[in-house]
């Protein structure tokens, strides 16, 4: 059995030091109130078991808890003073310098939390380690200085998550929809050096990668970007292909042939598609921003956002490329096709695709292919979209929506001095994310103790603790200069301000959103009513929490003229922390509290039996209460074979719901070959990736790719997340 240290390494458990400090502590008491030391081996051996009990690897602390309890159950409270006041002492010792100690973990590489925080870091790489140093740095006078105490004892205590606690003494924002038709159109300018229109599609390719690491680097969230945008330079490297093919036959001296012609044209530009899109293809692969990792990015395939059909039919080359590459894969350092993390890809359901006799069915049957092999695309509905929205765009990188602005009816304006706005016309590109604070609700569910009018009491006090933590978000942005991120205040990417200037417009009228997020519906429910938010009876309670934080967020923003929103937080490392914050304060409570987890947003959870088409249709409710975002996912086997039922999935998804996305398995064994499933086993009380073929359990010798929460994650996850992927059912 492992235990995690408060630096973040793992190490053996080790019963000798419980034995060696309650002894301590007994020797420190005075003689007549002693335990003896089979009372002192027994308190060790019940500390073990209950470690053992939680199924995963405990912390310090809790172990020093249960040793507290297990010293006051055997009647020794003289003793459990002396252990109490040995752990103040020590606390107070800790507090005067908690960073360097993590900071030196994370160079040797044995900070357990670090390795397994995000599944798309390496944090043995020098770039990780230095961004992980730096945030180590920022969370440490985040949490001394520049936020309120009750916050970070909120944070700390898991009531609620002020996320990204580590970017936050800068001037950061979370996430956004790309610009890049303005930048691409209208000029940029990268490091000091003026980008102007490029004069072909490869071109556009090449330098729209660029803008892509630019915009990662000046932001800690996901991006999206829009191959609509891209798709005008189709055409001009087709007109540019089409004058040098008349050059060389009027050199041959030859007669031309139009046909003859055109057909070389075609076949030349879709060489340059292919390059173009591989130049997107790797260079996001491969690329590593200034944070340690590939940048966050997810791309928009949208035929119906095409201005002309001209521009449909070229983006329609566009899209097909890039299904194809993605379901060809990238090679690892073996030489094997595996499947990558990014780019995230969206493809568009709408009518000129979802119908058999549609004309762009084939590219539907492609994107179905390259899902059941690859994971990606995901799917947006148009016409739910449409219906629920009132229009059709991307979600951000990390899944949040805008809602449509509102710039025509409250006389905003271009306030972000856009090449490309067009009065009356909603804008969506440019915009973005202040930032997220999730409550935890089942932790407001088991501090009512079941009674109905204390959680609603309790919940509306939490809401307001995480009003104010977004405020305080949204005022560490203000007075942001547009200097400190020209990429994207500057030159195009949100906005073209001038320098100096303050980014405070932004933050108001709708041009930016800030989200309040939520998480474990499931176990809030289940706590309260005893029933899983899918039953008939219990599904009410549940969407009254969602109305609640709904209103929440629309009070706040006519109060305020911000633009709260409710969020379907996409949990990563969090799952975990939340459910050891749990387990600390209420213990185990069956169905609640009793896993290493806890549900994502709204979502099923993850060990009901439920088909994939009674999942999405439920989902969808809540989805429609998440107008921030939100994503529903089914699990399915391998269904290379079954193409015809991927697609009958996402006809439902077109029909039913808004957002959502086929969890399949794509992993590889560099020692045996295996290309099947990786599975998890429990090996000495910790949970392992291990080949089914081999028996191979070296991280570093496997590739294994898996939806954690939106995003593909390949750098493996903590103890928490790989028990939720491991009890996943399959939906199909």
Not at 162 to 185: G, I, R, S
Not at 306 to 320: P, V, Y
Not at 578 to 607: M, P
Request: proline letters at 3%; glycine letters at 6%.
């Amino acid at each position: 059995m492992k235990v995690i240290k408060r630096n973040g390494a793992e190490v053996d458990f080790d019963i000798v030091k419980i034995i060696a400090a309650v002894t301590k502590a007994n020797a420190a008491t005075e003689e007549d109130a002693r335990m003896t030391p089979v009372q002192i081996q027994r308190i060790a051996e019940s500390v073990e078991l209950a470690c053992q009990g939680l199924g995963r690897a405990p912390t310090v602390e809790e172990i020093q808890d249960f040793v507290e309890h297990q010293i006051m159950a055997h009647g020794a409270f003289e003793v459990a003073k002396r252990y109490i006041t040995y752990r103040y002492t020590r606390s107070l010792v800790r507090r005067s310098n908690t960073t360097d100690d993590k900071i030196l973990t994370l160079i040797e590489c044995n900070n357990e939390e670090a390795k397994q925080e995000n599944s798309n870091k390496n944090p043995v790489v020098n770039s990780t380690q230095r961004d992980y140093m730096a945030g180590e740095v920022s969370r440490d006078l985040t949490n001394r200085i520049l936020l309120p105490e009750d916050i970070v004892k909120a944070h700390e205590e898991g009531i609620i998550h002020f996320h990204d606690t580590d970017y936050y003494a800068q001037h950061m924002h979370n996430c956004d929809l790309v610009n890049l038709e303005d930048m691409l159109q209208n000029g940029t300018v990268i490091t000091g050096t003026l980008i102007e229109r490029p004069h072909s599609f490869a071109t556009a390719c090449n330098i729209a990668t660029q803008i892509v690491a630019q915009v990662a680097s000046n932001q800690y969230g996901g991006q999206s970007i829009s191959l609509t945008h891209l798709a005008p330079f189709v055409d001009v490297s087709r007109q540019k292909i089409r004058k040098q093919v008349l050059a060389e036959v009027e050199e041959l001296g030859v007669a031309q042939d139009e046909a003859k012609i055109s057909r070389i044209v075609e076949k030349r530009l879709r060489e340059e598609i292919r390059r173009g899109v591989q130049t997107i293809q790797y260079q996001v692969v491969t690329l590593l921003t200034t944070n340690g990792q590939a940048p966050f990015i997810t791309v928009f395939m949208y035929l119906n956002e095409a201005r002309s059909e001209q521009e449909k039919r070229d983006l329609a080359l566009i899209i097909e490329e890039m299904l194809l590459q993605r379901y060809e894969g990238v090679k690892n350092e073996q030489g094997v096709w595996v499947t990558p993390a990014f780019p995230k890809l969206i493809y568009t359901l709408e009518e000129d695709n979802i119908h058999e006799d549609s004309p762009y069915y084939y590219l539907t049957k492609l994107a179905a292919k390259c899902t059941a092999r690859r994971m990606v695309p995901d799917y947006i509905s148009e016409k739910k979209m449409l219906e629920l929205k009132g229009d059709v765009y991307p979600c951000m990188g990390c899944r949040s929506f805008l809602t449509p602005d509102r710039f025509t009816d409250a006389g905003v304006g271009n306030i972000a001095n856009a090449g490309n706005y067009e009065p009356g016309k909603h804008k969506y590109y440019g915009r973005f994310n202040q930032g997220v604070v999730t409550i935890n609700l089942p932790d407001v569910a088991l501090s009512s103790g079941g009674n109905i009018e204390k959680f609603w009491d309790i919940f509306e006090d939490r809401l307001e603790l995480c009003h104010r933590a977004l405020r305080c978000r949204h005022d560490r942005l203000r007075g942001t200069l547009s200097d400190a991120a020209p990429i994207l205040w500057q030159y195009g990417a949100c906005a073209r301000l001038k320098k100096g200037e303050p980014i405070d417009r932004l933050l108001y009228d709708g041009y930016s959103t800030i989200s309040l997020g939520y998480a474990g519906l499931y176990e809030c429910v289940k706590y309260m009513t005893g029933k899983s938010h899918t039953d008939a009876s219990a599904t009410p309670f549940a969407l009254s929490i969602m109305q609640k934080m709904n209103d929440k967020c629309k009070e706040w923003k006519t109060a305020e003229n911000i633009d709260y929103s409710l969020y379907g937080t996409p949990l990563e490392s969090t799952t975990y922390k939340f459910a050891k914050c749990l387990q600390k304060r209420f213990g185990i409570i069956e169905s609640v509290t009793d896993k290493g987890y806890i549900t994502n947003s709204y979502h099923v959870h993850v060990t009901e039996q439920i088909d994939a088409f009674t999942k999405l249709k439920f989902e969808a409710q809540f989805q429609h209460l998440s107008p921030g975002g939100a994503i529903s996912y089914v699990e399915v086997p391998n269904m290379q074979q079954n193409l015809e039922a991927v697609l009958q999935v996402m006809k439902f998804i077109y029909d039913n719901i808004i957002y959502a996305e086929l969890n399949t398995k794509s992993d590889y064994c560099q020692v045996c070959g295996w290309d099947g499933e990786i599975e998890i086993v429990e090996e000495g009380g910790k949970l392992i990736w291990r080949c089914p073929k081999c028996g191979n359990t070296d991280q570093d010798k496997m590739n294994v790719a898996r939806r954690t929460c939106g995003y593909i994650g390949t750098q493996f996850w903590n103890q928490g997340r790989t028990q939720e992927i491991r009890e996943r059912v399959l939906h199909l």
